[in-house]
């Protein structure tokens, strides 16, 4: 189950790279609704790359609800 996640943060900021910002914002926000079941400080770092492509599309709607969804996104505390 967490690779599939994997692949769907992923491919979310593909599709955002590549110009399809409407697909990718629905996988993002997937994706931000799975990385609450998960102690992951890698998934968030990797959605808020997700934001990060995100910004050149940032007047579309989808995109513009994406970015505040991530930004969210408690920070975890890292533990030794």
Known sequence: MFE????D???????MQLGDPRTAAALGMQAVTDAAHFHSQRIRDE???LAA???PHRRITEVAELRPTIAALPR???TL
């Open 9 to 15: 943060r992923r491919l979310a900021t593909l599709a």
């Open 47 to 49: 959605l808020r790359g």
């Open 53 to 55: 492509a995100a910004t």
């Open 4 to 7: 599939t996640h994997a692949c």
């Open 76 to 78: 975890l505390e890292v």
